[in-house]
């Protein structure tokens, strides 16, 4: 059983950035894909980026490509989202995710990752 614990978020104005990172119990097997999701109030759970086990790999939702970096260090157990240009509307729980079954880029979806931390939350003001 892999834990994941996030930490980093905070409140920002707009355009600020911030860092997150995702610690995880255990280090992850080289089938462990890495990703982060997010959840406005009101709203569904949303992709935000994932990254393959050995962080060559990379994808982005449409909305923070440019501006949101995902990345990770495996001597640490670590994955790691610099936030950048932050905008309102990146106000969400930011929640970090594992995939058991792959290791390269996992799709998009929430129901393909088997582990979840219990977030940490972004508020973006103006």
């Known amino acids: 059983q892999v834990q994941l614990v996030e930490s980093g978020g905070g409140s920002v104005q707009a355009g600020g950035s911030l860092r997150l990172s995702c610690a995880a119990s255990v280090p992850t097997s080289p089938n462990y894909a890495m990703a982060w999701f997010r959840q406005a109030p009101g709203k569904e759970r949303v992709f935000v980026a994932a990254i393959s086990w050995s962080g060559v790999s990379t994808r982005y939702a449409d909305s923070v490509k440019g501006r949101f970096t995902i990345s990770k260090d495996n001597a640490k157990n670590t994955v790691y989202l610099q936030m950048n240009s932050l905008k309102v509307e990146d106000t969400a729980v930011y929640y970090c995710?594992?995939?058991?079954?792959?290791?390269?880029?996992?799709?998009?979806?929430?129901?393909?990752?088997?582990?979840w931390g219990q977030g940490t939350q972004v508020t973006v003001s103006s």
């Open positions: 995710a594992a995939d058991r079954s792959r290791s390269l880029v996992a799709p998009p979806i929430s129901n393909e990752y088997d582990y």
